[in-house]
């Protein structure tokens, strides 16, 4: 019997050994970066990509069996599931390849280079040129007379006849000068870049309609350049230009990231905050006012409109220097913007009147309504200013990032371009070094840690998941260890033996094994549909009527009452010492449960027919803001899950505390209260954080509850933000396990997410395991120091 339950412990041990020897390899390896390899294949064509998979097949009849009678493995014809991406070229990430569709043995090519990229997953081919926009210059004078050029097309219909045939003839000159002039500058342009060329480096002149022409050829004399490109050709050279250009580039799309999110997501909180105040005060007032704050909101973006419509007419107006010399311009652009003018004018007062009209309506709201209003407007018209600002620069940002290009050679000859903005990180990779590989596989490792994810959350990082899983586990601790060392004590400590006590033991051992997928379904019940809807819009957006406010503040007044009765002779039972005998301790027994079963019905009562509580977020109806998934319901919902785990631990860790304990602070004189508060709950403390960390391994790893009360798969934003009340307990939130789920079952590309899963996983039990570490640090205290305390 010793020998077969040794050999079963043996078993088990080797068992759960295995399985994470093969998550911490399989997890461990995924990051490294692999060589990459090309195939030529029988039908002509040609792949490359990175090794994945290599595997032996059982041969087929038409193929040849080898020398080996007896089928050795070293004979039988292998097939490669190569990694090839370029998704966007292919349609596909990864392909199989066996031996016999190979027309030659496979090749490592020098310059073959890894790029992985924000969107589309990695792409594999040669560096063939690096590709840089520059913007032709455009002088003062050019800039006027191309404006100048662009108003008389646009405006020249509002000319007298004879005004018209005058301009029909001068304006094919003026043109024909602009043009001249573009040329000339597009000249001067291209030799001063010519006098700054590196070597390899080669400038090219693009036209209007696309066209690329070298600036060193003889047509490039005469033309008009709509921008220049400089070139670095050849594998060397382009490739020492992307590391050389690469950091500063993707610095700024980093910043761009950084404005698009942060800055406009900020300006919009506040714009929406402004308007869900308004929408507060019309709940309050009982009126509606959105039809009047859309109407102002346009009559006042209207009215700016026009201001910036006249600005642009004065600039393109504005006659050139070139062309000051003739009175008849002038003349001539004075008269057109005295019309324009007029027609402005006529449309700004009639919006002026509108605005009149509409503020006319808006003083006679109440004076609640009114303010919200009026700093609804303020608020919009700051955030156009604010959004203007930040416009300018996310525009010089997204130029600056899409003006360089780097132009990968496929093995299929293809020859596409990859915006360098757009590249996290590229490596050519079979000339790494050792030292090289292991600082791209830190990298990578760091980037998963602390990133956010890309490439459907089978690229980048998993710190949203990461968070959200530490900050569930935590709240879910937080709710489910008090409430389950009070039911705990209460079993324990002050329910007698009987019926209803072994009914409720009963209910809890098979609570713990009721299936997680129906916590879910509850909590995304009770607390999405019902505690949530309830938070967000009162009574009647749960179906419930409210009572009218007489009754309820009659409700109200029995309720203290009761309480305070039934506080009374709680206060008597606990403060009571144990062994003073009463023949009322029976009755006041009876007596106090059924004094708290009319006060939690009074109490429901009140709560949820309250005519006063209109929901707390009723501004934001019909978009839910409680009454939906969130963390808070998650953690809530697994707290129930775990809540049989911290009672059963608990009730044993206190059975455990010696009864000559409690009889020596009896005969001390302390009461019960006393005696559990002094003496049982810290003699009891290491037992109650064991089940603590029972609770910590069993909820931190669920999955099926949260996706029903929470876990998505990409969370727009963290709960936790600057933002008051910055923990947001409402949002949804990213999971680790969810997200192993995500990957390995509903990713678009299985293949791909498959090592990921295995380093989430691997990612998973550290975060566990180092959670358990901490509290099992805490109860080796508490239990040094109360064991040191006996004799």
Same mark, same amino acid.
């Given at each position: 019997?010793?020998?077969?339950?040794?050999?079963?412990?043996? %078993?088990?041990?080797?068992?759960?050994?295995?399985?994470?020897?093969?998550?911490?390899?399989?997890?461990?390896?995924?990051?490294?970066?692999?060589?990459?390899?090309?195939?030529?294949?029988?039908?002509?064509?040609?792949?490359?990509?990175?090794?994945?998979?290599?595997?032996?097949?059982?041969?087929?009849?038409?193929?040849?069996?080898?020398?080996?009678?007896?089928?050795?493995?070293?004979?039988?014809?292998?097939?490669?599931?190569?990694?090839?991406?370029?998704?966007? $070229?292919?349609?596909?990430?990864?392909?199989?390849?066996?031996?016999?569709?190979?027309?030659?043995?496979?090749?490592?090519?020098? #310059?073959?280079? =890894?790029?992985?990229?924000?969107?589309?997953?990695?792409?594999?081919?040669?560096?063939?040129?690096?590709?840089?926009?520059?913007?032709?210059?455009?002088?003062?004078?050019?800039?006027?007379?191309?404006?100048?050029?662009?108003?008389?097309?646009?405006?020249?219909?509002?000319?007298?006849?004879?005004?018209?045939?005058?301009?029909?003839?001068?304006?094919?000159?003026?043109?024909?000068?602009?043009?001249?002039?573009?040329?000339?500058?597009?000249?001067?342009?291209?030799?001063? *870049?010519?006098?700054?060329?590196?070597?390899?480096?080669? +400038?090219?002149?693009?036209?209007? &309609?696309?066209?690329?022409?070298?600036?060193?050829?003889?047509?490039?004399?005469?033309?008009?350049?709509?921008?220049?490109?400089?070139?670095?050709?050849?594998?060397?050279?382009?490739?020492?230009?992307? *590391?050389?250009?690469?950091?500063?580039?993707?610095?700024?799309?980093?910043?761009?990231?950084?404005?698009?999110?942060?800055?406009?997501?900020?300006?919009?909180?506040?714009?929406?905050?402004?308007?869900?105040?308004?929408?507060?005060?019309?709940?309050?007032?009982?009126?509606?006012?959105?039809?009047?704050?859309?109407?102002?909101?346009?009559?006042?973006?209207? $009215?700016?409109?026009?201001?910036?419509? #006249?600005?642009?007419?004065?600039?393109?107006?504005?006659?050139?220097?070139?062309?000051?010399?003739?009175?008849?311009?002038?003349?001539?652009?004075?008269?057109?913007?005295?019309?324009?003018?007029?027609?402005?004018?006529?449309?700004?007062?009639?919006?002026?009147?509108?605005?009149?009209?509409?503020?006319?309506?808006?003083?006679?709201?109440?004076?609640?309504?009114?303010?919200?209003?009026?700093?609804?407007?303020?608020?919009?018209?700051?955030?156009?200013?604010?959004?203007?600002?930040?416009?300018?620069?996310?525009?010089?940002?997204?130029?600056?990032?899409?003006?360089?290009?780097?132009?990968?050679?496929?093995?299929?000859?293809?020859?596409?371009?990859?915006? /360098?903005?757009?590249?996290?990180?590229?490596?050519?990779?079979?000339?790494?070094?050792?030292?090289?590989?292991?600082?791209?596989?830190?990298?990578? #490792?760091?980037?998963?840690?602390?990133?956010?994810?890309?490439?459907?959350?089978?690229?980048?990082?998993?710190?949203?998941?990461?968070?959200?899983?530490?900050?569930?586990?935590?709240?879910?601790?937080?709710?489910?260890?008090?409430?389950?060392?009070?039911?705990?004590?209460?079993?324990?400590?002050?329910?007698?033996?009987?019926?209803?006590?072994?009914?409720?033991?009963?209910?809890?051992?098979?609570?713990?094994?009721?299936?997680? +997928?129906?916590?879910?379904?509850?909590?995304?019940?009770? %607390?999405?549909?019902?505690?949530?809807?309830?938070?967000?819009?009162?009574?009647?957006?749960?179906?419930?009527?409210?009572?009218?406010?007489?009754?309820?503040?009659?409700?109200?007044?029995?309720?203290?009452?009761?309480?305070?009765?039934?506080?009374?002779?709680?206060?008597?039972?606990?403060?009571? &010492?144990?062994?003073?005998?009463?023949?009322?301790?029976?009755?006041?027994?009876?007596? &106090?449960?059924?004094?708290?079963?009319?006060?939690?019905?009074?109490?429901?009562?009140?709560?949820?027919?309250?005519?006063?509580?209109?929901?707390?977020?009723?501004?934001?109806?019909?978009?839910?803001?409680?009454?939906?998934?969130?963390?808070?319901?998650?953690?809530?919902?697994?707290?129930?899950? =775990?809540?049989? /785990?911290?009672?059963?631990?608990?009730?044993?860790?206190?059975?455990?505390?010696?009864?000559?304990?409690?009889?020596?602070?009896?005969?001390?004189?302390?009461?019960?209260?006393?005696?559990?508060?002094?003496?049982?709950?810290?003699?009891?403390?290491?037992? +109650?954080?064991?089940?603590?960390?029972?609770?910590?391994?069993?909820?931190?790893?669920?999955?099926?509850?949260?996706?029903?009360?929470?876990?998505?798969?990409?969370?727009?934003?963290?709960?936790?933000?600057?933002?008051?009340?910055?923990?947001?307990?409402?949002?949804?939130?990213?999971?680790?396990?969810?997200?192993?789920?995500?990957?390995?079952?509903?990713?678009?590309?299985?293949?791909?997410?498959?090592?990921?899963?295995?380093? =989430?996983?691997?990612?998973?039990?550290?975060?566990?395991?180092?959670?358990?570490?901490?509290?099992?640090?805490?109860?080796?205290?508490?239990?040094?120091?109360?064991?040191?305390?006996?004799?």
């Amino acid at each position: 019997m010793v020998w077969l339950a040794g050999g079963a412990l043996a %078993f088990c041990l080797a068992m759960i050994a295995s399985l994470l020897a093969l998550i911490l390899v399989q997890g461990l390896q995924t990051f490294w970066p692999a060589r990459i390899v090309r195939f030529q294949l029988a039908d002509g064509r040609a792949v490359m990509g990175e090794i994945a998979v290599t595997e032996s097949y059982p041969m087929q009849g038409n193929e040849p069996q080898g020398n080996d009678p007896q089928g050795d493995e070293s004979n039988k014809p292998q097939r490669r599931l190569v990694r090839t991406g370029n998704f966007e $070229l292919t349609n596909s990430h990864f392909q199989w390849i066996t031996d016999t569709e190979q027309q030659q043995a496979p090749t490592r090519p020098e #310059w073959a280079a =890894t790029v992985e990229r924000v969107e589309w997953g990695r792409f594999y081919g040669e560096p063939d040129e690096y590709v840089q926009v520059v913007p032709r210059h455009l002088h003062e004078d050019e800039t006027a007379l191309t404006r100048f050029v662009q108003f008389w097309s646009m405006h020249a219909a509002q000319l007298p006849g004879d005004q018209q045939s005058m301009l029909a003839e001068r304006l094919p000159q003026i043109q024909q000068q602009l043009r001249e002039m573009q040329t000339v500058a597009t000249l001067a342009q291209k030799r001063e *870049l010519q006098a700054h060329t590196s070597p390899g480096e080669s +400038i090219w002149i693009v036209l209007p &309609s696309g066209e690329s022409i070298a600036a060193d050829s003889k047509d490039a004399e005469t033309l008009v350049a709509d921008r220049f490109e400089r070139r670095w050709s050849g594998n060397q050279v382009a490739w020492q230009q992307f *590391l050389t250009r690469h950091a500063a580039v993707r610095a700024a799309r980093q910043r761009l990231y950084q404005l698009e999110k942060h800055d406009v997501g900020r300006i919009n909180h506040e714009m929406e905050r402004s308007r869900l105040a308004v929408r507060r005060s019309e709940l309050d007032a009982g009126v509606s006012v959105s039809q009047l704050c859309a109407t102002r909101l346009g009559i006042e973006q209207g $009215l700016r409109a026009l201001d910036q419509s #006249w600005k642009a007419m004065q600039q393109q107006a504005a006659v050139p220097t070139s062309l000051r010399a003739d009175d008849v311009w002038q003349n001539l652009s004075s008269a057109v913007l005295a019309n324009l003018q007029s027609e402005l004018d006529r449309q700004r007062e009639q919006l002026e009147q509108d605005l009149e009209g509409n503020t006319a309506k808006i003083e006679k709201l109440p004076a609640s309504v009114r303010d919200a209003v009026k700093e609804d407007s303020q608020q919009n018209a700051q955030a156009s200013g604010q959004l203007e600002l930040l416009q300018q620069e996310i525009d010089d940002l997204r130029a600056q990032s899409i003006a360089e290009m780097l132009a990968m050679r496929t093995a299929d000859g293809q020859r596409p371009l990859i915006r /360098v903005g757009e590249i996290v990180r590229a490596y050519l990779a079979n000339q790494l070094t050792t030292f090289q590989r292991l600082t791209i596989y830190l990298g990578r #490792w760091a980037e998963f840690i602390g990133g956010e994810p890309r490439e459907a959350n089978s690229e980048g990082g998993v710190f949203p998941a990461i968070w959200g899983t530490v900050a569930m586990t935590l709240i879910m601790c937080v709710i489910v260890v008090p409430f389950g060392v009070l039911a705990a004590l209460y079993l324990r400590e002050y329910a007698r033996a009987g019926f209803m006590v072994s009914a409720v033991r009963i209910a809890i051992n098979n609570l713990a094994g009721v299936p997680s +997928i129906v916590f879910g379904v509850f909590g995304l019940g009770f %607390f999405c549909y019902f505690v949530g809807a309830f938070v967000d819009g009162g009574p009647p957006n749960v179906g419930i009527a409210s009572l009218d406010r007489s009754t309820w503040w009659t409700y109200l007044s029995v309720l203290l009452v009761v309480s305070g009765v039934g506080s009374g002779l709680l206060v008597y039972q606990l403060t009571r &010492s144990r062994y003073h005998k009463s023949g009322w301790g029976t009755w006041l027994q009876v007596a &106090s449960v059924a004094i708290w079963c009319l006060a939690v019905y009074l109490a429901l009562v009140v709560v949820l027919r309250n005519p006063h509580f209109g929901g707390l977020f009723a501004a934001e109806l019909p978009n839910p803001t409680y009454g939906k998934g969130g963390i808070l319901w998650a953690s809530l919902t697994l707290s129930l899950l =775990t809540l049989p /785990v911290v009672i059963v631990a608990t009730e044993e860790a206190l059975a455990a505390v010696p009864n000559s304990l409690r009889e020596g602070s009896y005969a001390s004189g302390a009461s019960q209260w006393q005696t559990i508060r002094r003496i049982v709950l810290p003699h009891a403390m290491p037992g +109650i954080m064991t089940g603590m960390i029972l609770a910590m391994a069993r909820g931190a790893g669920e999955v099926a509850p949260l996706m029903l009360v929470g876990a998505v798969k990409m969370a727009p934003e963290l709960p936790l933000d600057s933002i008051f009340p910055f923990l947001h307990g409402e949002r949804s939130f990213m999971h680790l396990g969810f997200h192993i789920y995500d990957l390995g079952f509903q990713s678009q590309n299985s293949d791909a997410a498959r090592p990921v899963v295995f380093t =989430t996983t691997l990612l998973l039990i550290g975060i566990v395991v180092s959670l358990n570490v901490l509290a099992i640090i805490l109860r080796a205290r508490l239990r040094k120091r109360f064991q040191g305390g006996q004799f």
